[in-house]
């Protein structure tokens, strides 16, 4: 046997992610895909002794897995196994010629870098957001039991991110802003659009780094993954690393009075003009409808 198996991690939300990834890879190289999900009592042996017995006797090609804490702990050692090095964060995949090609972020998102990995298995992690989720019909999970801890290792509590006040990733309309707001005190102008909508107001990573919102509503590579229903982007630029964190927004609205902005690209409905002018009446139509 050979193609692509995605390594789950159980009860994680990038897993769903990984696996339509793997999904739209398969159907690319002309691959089958398969799923796991390693269970038992985690260690890195354990897992990686596992995993690395499943792939020499299938004999897969291409081994993804989420970009989660745990991935980051055990897959380095598994590629290692194979003499091979773990592509991480992988942003996207392509496919020319039959000839895969792998796009992962450089100096905080600053640049891409496009990778052609030599040698089989290739073993990446997918950044969170890279992929929609929910694209994988007919794949199934199977779960396989790994071995306890070995010897050298006693498996500690499972680390868990500090709980978040505000989860926006469940929240099915967000208001976003971004440098172009200008002053903190220019905010009120988002919070009166995001009441009149009843969204959740979200921003890029300078607001939240200059202390105007909380880093608990940060959209981006290094913040919260978002898929609303309508994501409404005010005076953002639209930088790589906050694209990839709302790109599951099924409706884009940008607001930018620049009218090369990235944020356009990837807008459904696109207005190139000044936020200050445009907000205001936005706000007062919006509530208008509602009566």
Known sequence: MSGILAVLEAGHKLSAETLAAAVDLGAKLGLSVHSVEPG??????????????????????????????????????????FDRSLISDVIRLRVDGGVLFVTRQLFQGKLNAEIKPLGEPVFLSLQAGAYRAGEAAGVVVEAMPVAGAAPRQKPEEKFREAARAVDLSAAPIIVSVGRGIKEKENLSLIEDLAGALGAEIAASRPICDN????????????????????????????????????????????????????????????????LFEVLPALTAAIRAAKG
């Open 211 to 274: 202390g105007w919102l909380p880093m608990e509503r940060q959209v981006g590579s290094s913040g919260q993954t978002v898929a609303p229903k309508l994501y409404v982007a005010v005076g953002l630029s639209g930088a790589i690393q906050h694209l990839v964190g709302m790109k599951g927004a099924k409706t884009v609205v940008a607001i930018n009075k620049d009218e090369n902005a990235p944020i356009f690209e990837v807008a459904d409905y696109g207005m190139c003009a000044d």
């Open 40 to 81: 038992g009592t985690y260690t890195a042996d354990g897992f990686t002794d596992g995993l690395a017995e499943l792939i020499r006797t299938k004999q897969f090609q291409v081994v993804l897995f989420p970009h989660t804490y745990q991935v980051r702990d055990f897959a380095p050692k598994l590629a290692t196994r």
